[in-house]
């Protein structure tokens, strides 16, 4: 019972010390003023982005406007514009129940055949068609999870008008686009309640520092900031808002130091990296320290990982090594400078143990490094899939032919992340949430600005000093 | 009777033991541990990977194989994890070694994914590595039905000087049984009428502890004493006795409780306090040694678990699943008894709400169904002896429900 007390008194603290959750009463009006750093060249989840930064910024903007049939918070899976959905037991055949009454941005009414247009044009391979009211979908091939790939945001429903607007049902709807610039209204008859703020604005293309220096100017209400910035906005008397961990960062050697007979090589370079210490000093304990490339909260398995590195070289052998094999060169994305912080960290724990790790950040050609710190976006959905997502996006780039199919089994993700790390030749470093300074203006409703997947809960937002 | 309330519940002594794992009896027992957590943060979710934790404890150890010896190192900030995996192998014949020198390594997690709850244990090294796992999906067929808040409600019916061994509702009355006589009481909210009572008439000599329970039907009811059965009507207000056992309605098969005894026998022969139906045919009972037993569906001991001093099974429509209150004295205070909600998931109990401390020691606690309510909601009358006052009160107990 004591224990119990405690922990309810813990979350108490948490909920006291927060500035996400408010118990003032809220207000309804003005515009909430985000800035981005990419620019979201189309909100239409059809097309494809540009870059990694617009894919991402649009997934956050888009989910203010289309909305899928099915979402996922912290406890998985979960109704969104689907009340239900069910399959025969191969998931050959899914049959999926539509809220009834969500009104759509041109105001008509969201039917079953909207959807199942709406899907076609993002899955031409599937048979989709309405049957009693209810949609179904036939995949080409059986889709046992077909509802984790539904929660992806780029089979949120659009409904496409004959003049080419976009008609969604999210809490917002687009209202103007100028360069650089997006405008969101809400949407007053929206199925969840109407959005407390009256816009939205979002500034594009504006810098990381820009984004800073506007919201300590009080010119913006929400920008994305670094690990590393977080400590400069709470002196400041400003707020920080964040997801779970989403990105991993990663060292992955090149294939001249990836043979079997370099493991333990890596073996000691990865255990020599003090990932705790990283994670509390330089990114302000807003990142978690990692052991395997699936976050804990995705995974449900990675403490494991922390159990066993394998055989490491002692301090005289790494001594005795060939001044070539002592040396490192690690290479860097020039523009993003928490990858440069945190490889900056890595060559100093590497001295520790007697390597010198040379940081890389070519604007251009450069010398073939030994390494790379790689950041790589874990979407947020079952642990087969984000470890598949993974594999693809780092394993497979070598060459590699790991899969991983989906619907796999915890056993199996587990077994195939440990093949994937075993070889040492992938090393995670840290897993990092996104980050979002705000304004002292920026108040919540009964939910966190971010979500744990990074979503904008925008819609539950409301300006303490009214319209700007 | 005063003396009895000092004593203790039935006569016995309260034990402060705390028993978390099952243990072998005659060989049939199987060796499942009955854990009642009082850590409970979030009941949802413990359910859940209570539920899973002896699967996982069986696939592990059919994996390592019986009578392998083995070094386990579970992550978990607690230490919950290992020291309930720990006991649930050594209970099936593993085991555990302080060190990994010439044991297997096992290493072991559970946590949670937006997919699953999940156990999973790495075992061995090299080429022998194995890997097991235990996972309960979460929802993963859509609505998404709130999980509701349960807690007991109770609600006082009656209270008095004289020793009080059960209340029901009879029409419009209450009717009180006390060692020797039925009352016959109005209802709060009914027309007023004079009490009435009627003798229990017996030659039997009460044993110290005497117990005695009510089951009305209507109008009609029936009274169940040890060695002596009555029967009897609320309008008009008659009361018949005679001097024979019959079993009592106490939700399991029993030959009725000897006259001369406080408790009930199975017809296999195993003698119980009380007994709490559950879902699937099994049975949560208080033993002769006042400890939580399940028993299945053939009344076979399956576990067991904590001291206990009373239980009673609890169901409501708004609660999907098997409940149970159970009562212990309270560690806080000599002469008070703290109630517990917990529902029954496989063969543990997951604390459902905070306790409730009574105003005094419980003496009685039966199954009770109460107009108006569902056929299909099974409460509970609790009888308290506060002994600061003297007097008897007897309470209604509910589940109730908010989402």
Not at chain 1, 111 to 129: C, F
Not at chain 1, 237 to 246: D, E
Not at chain 2, 138 to 151: D, L
Request: proline share 7%; with cysteine; aromatic share 6%.
């Amino acid at each position: 019972m004591r224990r119990f007390i405690s922990v309810c008194l813990a979350l108490a603290s948490v909920g006291l010390a927060s500035h996400v959750v408010e118990g003032a009463r809220p207000r309804y009006g003005g515009t909430l003023r985000v800035e981005v750093e990419a620019t979201i060249r189309s909100l239409d989840p059809a097309a494809a982005a540009g870059d990694t930064a617009e894919a991402a910024a649009r997934a956050r903007a888009m989910g203010l406007v289309f909305e899928p049939l099915i979402t996922i918070d912290e406890h998985g899976l979960q109704p969104m514009l689907a009340t239900s959905w069910e399959s025969d037991p191969r998931g050959a055949r899914w049959q999926i129940r539509l809220r009834s009454g969500v009104q759509l941005h041109d105001g008509s009414t969201l039917e079953p055949w909207h959807v199942a247009s709406a899907l076609r044009v993002t899955e031409p391979a599937w048979m989709i068609g309405v049957e009693s009211g209810a949609i179904v979908i036939s995949p080409r091939e059986p889709l046992p999870d077909l509802p984790w790939l539904l929660t992806d945001v780029r089979h949120a429903i659009v409904v496409r008008g004959s003049s080419g607007a976009l008609a969604g049902t999210g809490p917002f709807r687009i209202d103007a686009r100028e360069p650089g610039r997006m405008s969101l209204r809400a949407h007053d008859a929206y199925w969840n309640g109407r959005p407390f703020v009256d816009a939205i604005r979002i500034e594009m293309g504006s810098p990381a520092a820009a984004q800073l220096s506007d919201l300590e100017g009080g010119r913006a209400d929400v920008v994305a900031v670094s690990a590393i910035d977080a400590r400069r906005i709470t002196q400041r008397g400003l707020h920080i808002a964040s997801s779970r961990p989403l990105d991993a960062i990663a060292v992955v050697f090149e294939p001249h130091r990836a043979a079997d007979t370099a493991l333990g090589w890596r073996r000691t370079l990865s255990a020599g990296v003090n990932r705790a210490s990283m994670s509390a000093v330089l990114l302000q304990r807003l990142a978690e320290p990692a052991d395997a490339l699936v976050p804990r909260w995705l995974s449900g398995y990675a403490p494991l990982f922390a159990f066993d590195r394998g055989p490491t070289l002692t301090r005289a052998a790494v001594a005795a090594l060939p001044l070539d094999q002592r040396e490192v060169t690690l290479r860097v994305d020039a523009s993003d400078p928490l990858a440069h912080a945190i490889a900056d960290r890595i060559a100093v724990d590497a001295r520790e143990i007697g390597f010198t790790v040379k940081v890389q950040a070519p604007a251009g050609l450069a010398p073939r490094p030994d390494a790379r710190l790689v950041r790589v976006r874990v979407p947020n959905t079952s642990p087969d899939r984000a470890l598949g997502a993974l594999i693809e996006r780092i394993a497979n780039r070598d060459g590699s032919t790991a899969t991983l199919p989906p619907g796999a089994t915890l056993d199996a993700v587990y077994q195939a992340e440990r093949q994937l790390l075993e070889r040492a030749v992938i090393v995670p470093i840290v897993h990092l949430p996104d980050i979002y300074g705000l304004s002292d203006r920026v108040a919540t409703w009964n939910r966190p600005v971010v979500s744990v997947s990074g979503a904008w809960n925008f819609a539950g937002v409301w300006l303490r000093s009214g319209a700007p | 009777m005063l003396s009895f309330a000092v004593v203790g519940c039935h006569g016995r002594e309260w034990t402060p033991a705390f028993a978390l794992a099952g243990f072998g009896l005659a060989g049939r027992l199987k060796s499942i541990a009955l854990v009642f957590l009082l850590a409970a943060a979030t009941a949802r979710a413990q359910s859940a990977t209570q539920d899973l934790a002896s699967e996982f404890a069986g696939r592990v150890a059919a994996a390592i194989g019986p009578g392998a010896t083995v070094h386990l190192v579970c992550t978990g900030e607690d230490g919950r994890t290992q020291l309930e995996l720990g006991r649930s192998l050594a209970a099936r014949g593993v085991r555990l070694a302080e060190s990994g020198d010439s044991a297997t390594m096992v290493r072991c997690s559970c946590l949670e994914n937006l997919r699953e709850y999940a156990c999973i244990a790495d075992i061995g090294d090299g080429a022998a590595r194995r890997v097991v796992a235990a996972t309960r999906a979460k929802n993963s067929g859509g609505p998404s039905v709130p999980n509701p808040i349960v807690a007991l409600q109770l609600r006082p019916l009656h209270a008095q000087r004289d020793p009080i061994l059960d209340v029901t509702i009879a029409g419009p009355a209450l009717l009180v049984l006390t060692p020797t006589a039925v009352t016959r009481i109005p209802l709060p909210g009914q027309p007023p009428f004079a009490p009435q009572s009627a003798a229990v008439a017996t030659g039997r000599v009460w044993p110290r502890d005497v117990r005695g329970h009510l089951r009305a039907d209507g109008d009609a009811f029936e009274v169940f004493l040890p060695g002596v059965t009555c029967r009897g009507s609320s309008r008009p207000f008659a009361l018949a006795c005679a001097d024979e056992g019959e079993p009592w309605p106490i939700g399991i098969e029993n030959a009725g409780m000897a006259a001369s005894r406080n408790t009930f026998a199975t017809p296999e022969g195993f003698s119980f306090y009380e007994a709490a139906p559950l879902d699937g045919g099994q049975w949560l009972v208080v033993d002769q040694e006042g400890t939580l037993t399940l028993l299945d569906a053939q009344r076979r001991v399956v576990a067991r678990g904590e001291a206990t001093d009373h239980v009673a099974a609890l169901r409501s429509a708004c609660a999907p699943g098997s409940y149970v209150v159970t009562a212990r004295r309270s560690p806080d205070a000599e002469s008070a008894d703290v109630l517990r909600l917990a529902r029954v998931v496989g063969t543990s109990l997951v604390p459902e709400a905070s306790t409730i401390v009574l105003p005094g020691v419980l003496t009685a606690l039966w199954s009770a169904r109460m107009p108006p309510r569902s056929q299909d909601d099974r409460e509970a009358i609790a009888v308290v002896h506060d002994m600061q006052t003297g007097r008897y009160e007897a309470f209604h107990l509910s589940l109730s429900c908010a989402r």
